[in-house]
């Protein structure tokens, strides 16, 4: 079933319950595809869905429409979650333009290569388009996800669509933010870590340009919609902090291990960071999620990574994490490297050339050979302190 939004503003989104990856973030609680239907004269859809839930999404429009004409399907983004059902659009409303600005196009022509481009409209940022009563304010906002992320605004109204800005990866039968009754900060901070924190400057430009708008409702392609100016300040203030400082009074300790010594070494840096009023959280990653790690760190004060050595370098379940790291901007933050070995050491060594380079200060290096010694044991621990009262 649908859901009316506003006047004349319907949400004939896709619930994903079942997903639990999108592109390498964890979705414990699946995901929604966020589409929007306004009806004026111009009937106008705003995305489409992720291909496997077109025809749900395409048999909400015509319990709205009830036999009307589709005229408008805007894209505001072209990666298939968001772009993947267009075909099967076109097919069940056959005068239905396909609405996009230039970057879009580029991309488009290549995802669906058989498009008729004569049914294509194509704008540039900053152009509008009437569709009766109300007006789409077009613009380009690239690298807010993806080098084509557009967003549209209507006037008229306050309605901003912001395509995967103030998103968040998690599957809601309620559409709005204060209906939830949930705490959604965690998937918040995680999606940005992962699809939006390198890249500051666009970034913070489009929190200025939305912000600028004043809008009365928020409508990104992911997660709850925010409709009071509380919540629409709450998203505000919240992407905020995660673009300029997200620091928080918190030690991320991650590591990974083979015959435990290193997961002991993570222990004793905990017990020593525990002794303080800091929030102290412990990642094995031979469980826990890369995406989760990933906001976990880009938050903290200060952090400990920790691997045994395996032929001469780290045990390769680190070397994702390592890779993306490089996407959380973490110059300033510093660091313990810990970790065991048998036949000779390399995991140490590995991490702090790849954590060094991105600004991050190493303030401790341990590493025991087979078990550790009762010096060692202590060195764990006084570097858990030392981090903790950073």
Not at 262 to 272: P, Q, V
Request: glycine share 6%; hydrophobic share 40%; with cysteine.
């Amino acid at each position: 079933m649908s859901c009316k939004l506003a006047d004349t503003l319907y949400d004939v989104s896709a619930l994903d319950w079942e997903i639990r990856d999108f592109h390498g973030v964890y979705t414990p609680q699946g995901s929604k595809y966020n589409s929007f239907l306004i009806l004026d004269e111009k009937i106008t859809i705003i995305d489409s869905v992720k291909e496997q839930y077109g025809k749900e999404a395409i048999s909400k429009i015509k319990e709205i429409t009830k036999g009307k004409e589709v005229d408008y399907l805007v894209s505001l983004h072209t990666e298939p979650d968001h772009a993947g059902s267009i075909m099967e659009y076109f097919k069940e409303f056959k005068n239905m333009k396909l609405v996009c600005l230039e970057k879009n196009y580029e991309f488009i022509k290549n995802f669906l290569p058989d498009l008729d481009e004569s049914k294509v409209l194509v704008l540039k940022s900053g152009e509008s388009l009437s569709i009766g009563e109300k007006t789409l304010n077009f613009k380009s906002l690239p690298m807010t996800h993806w080098p084509d992320t557009t967003s549209v605004y209507v006037p008229e109204k306050g309605w901003l669509f912001t395509s995967d800005f103030f998103g968040s990866l998690i599957s809601l039968s309620k559409p709005f933010y204060d209906q939830i009754g949930i705490d959604i900060y965690p998937f918040i901070r995680d999606y940005f870590a992962f699809l939006m924190r390198p890249f500051e400057s666009l970034t913070k430009k489009a929190l200025e340009y939305y912000k600028s708008l004043n809008p009365t409702m928020i409508f990104p392609a992911h997660g709850p919609f925010y409709r009071r100016p509380e919540d629409i300040k709450y998203i505000f203030d919240a992407t905020e902090k995660l673009i300029e400082d997200p620091t928080e009074n918190k030690v991320v300790i991650v590591y990974t291990t083979m015959w435990h010594t290193t997961e002991r070494m993570a222990k004793l840096i905990s017990e020593g960071a525990g002794c303080s009023d800091c929030e102290v959280k412990v990642y094995d990653l031979r469980e826990d999620p890369v995406s989760v790690i990933m906001g976990e760190i880009m938050t903290c004060k200060a952090f400990a990574i920790g691997s045994p050595t395996v032929y001469n370098g780290v045990f390769p379940n680190i070397l994702p994490l390592l890779r993306l790291m490089r996407l959380l901007r973490l110059k300033g933050k510093k660091a313990v490297i810990f970790g065991s070995y048998g036949w000779s050491g390399g995991a140490v060594k590995e991490i702090e050339e790849a954590i060094k380079p991105l600004g991050v200060e190493v303030i401790e290096k341990i590493e025991t050979r087979f078990a550790l010694k009762q010096e060692e044991v202590k060195r764990c621990f006084e570097a858990g302190k030392m981090l903790a009262e950073l």
